[in-house]
């Protein structure tokens, strides 16, 4: 079939809307239309070359549709049923599937970097030529054939638009808060980076009970967002040094510091806002090639620094429990969307999202 997508040909150049080939599901996938996808800061850093990816490639991880046909062998879904996408793949049979981490399966992670479905290859194509799929989503796109684990089946009474939010954003944010750092009630919070996946680490940490949240940005529009998320506390980074300023705030440093930017200085400043004995979280994604140094003779003080892939994403366990809490009013995501556009408009998204100016984009096909 024929689909229109936001293609990505190379670094520094803007996306290209055309049209391409779109093959049936096989074996185990799902034809999904897309309803909605969410403008993440990931694409970005692929549209400005700091992180590389396979091309020409459709972008857009965070996407939310209705199934529309499905291939052989596959029992979990049928056309109709409304449901996210998770961006990422797992085959549910390797060591990390088995464990329960499926954000981290084998496979999954070879496809993502190969952009590719589970089995190597593409379903879209252009003049014959493969066309690659980010992270077996491809969700800047009028249709989407991904893999059957990929789909997770939602109500229907969920709006589709806000739905998409869940599949990157607020999974990314509100996991990282609640499955990775397992955020204490009554603990001291600091989170650098307060866009669409830092607000959602402040309402993750707010929903686990955190006492104080101190949420930290260069942009006093982001701050007061960040207030109407949860965070007790603010710091513009552009005024004051970051780190002094949460010991400062915190009593000598938080309990779970939070880097949401993916910058190593970024980093560094999280791993020094931690107090003894607290951790440091890293969720943005730093260019490709970056370092971060950390004092050796700390680690004695009991400091973790971890990352968070996808917020620790069990996708059909954690995405319909975050789909109740919006229904039942308990997590916000009508505040989260600050503009929706066409797909035609997509690299106007983008420079929205470079410029700062939202907390996130939507682009709709409803
Ligand atoms: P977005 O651009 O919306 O937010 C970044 C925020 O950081 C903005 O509000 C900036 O103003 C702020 N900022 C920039 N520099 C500084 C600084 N030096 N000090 C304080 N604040 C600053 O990005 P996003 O929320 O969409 O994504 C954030 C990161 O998360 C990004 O690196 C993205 O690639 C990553 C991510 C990770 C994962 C995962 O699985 N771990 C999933 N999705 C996205
Ligand atoms: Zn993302």
Excluded: W
């Amino acid at each position: 079939m024929k689909v229109k997508a936001a293609v990505f040909y190379r670094p520094q150049q803007p996306l290209a809307v055309e049209e391409l080939d779109l093959e049936e599901p096989r074996a185990g996938e799902v034809l999904v239309r897309v309803a909605a996808c969410g403008v993440c800061h990931s694409d970005l850093h692929f549209l400005d070359g700091l992180v590389p990816l396979p091309s020409p490639c459709v972008l857009g991880h965070e996407a939310a549709g209705v199934v529309e046909r499905v291939g052989e062998g596959v029992t979990y879904v049928q056309p109709g049923d409304h449901v996210i996408l998770s961006f990422a793949p797992a085959c549910g049979r390797c060591s990390y599937c088995e464990v329960g981490r499926p954000n981290l399966c084998t496979y999954g992670g070879r496809a993502m970097a190969a952009g590719t479905m589970l089995d190597g290859t593409t379903r879209l194509s252009r003049d014959g030529q493969p066309v690659y799929h980010e992270a077996a989503v491809a969700g800047f796109a009028t249709h989407a054939v991904v893999p059957e684990a990929s789909v997770v089946k939602i109500r229907e009474d969920m709006p589709l638009d806000r739905a998409a939010l869940i599949g990157c954003g607020v999974m990314t944010g509100v996991g990282a808060a609640i499955n990775t750092a397992k955020v204490q009630p009554g603990s001291d919070v600091a989170v650098i980076g307060c866009g669409g996946v830092g607000l959602n680490v402040i309402q993750g940490a707010a929903l686990a009970g955190a006492a104080r949240i101190i949420a930290v940005d260069l942009l006093d529009h982001k701050l007061e967002l960040a207030r109407q998320f949860g965070a007790t506390d603010t710091v513009n980074a552009s005024r004051e040094e970051p780190v002094t300023a949460v010991r400062r705030l915190s009593a000598g440093g938080v309990d779970y510091a939070f880097e949401v930017i993916g910058r190593p200085e970024t980093i560094r400043q999280a791993f020094d806002m931690a107090r003894r004995g607290g951790m440091a979280i890293v969720v943005g994604l730093s260019p490709s090639g970056s370092h971060v140094s950390l004092p050796a003779n700390i680690f004695l003080m009991e400091k973790t620094i971890t990352g968070s892939a996808y917020g620790g994403a069990r996708p059909r366990v954690d995405m319909p429990r975050l789909v109740e809490l919006y229904m039942a009013g308990k997590l916000k995501l009508d505040e989260l969307i600050s503009r929706v556009y066409p797909l035609e408009r997509i690299n106007e998204a983008f420079e929205a999202l470079r410029q700062g100016e939202v907390a996130r984009s939507v682009i709709s096909f409803l």
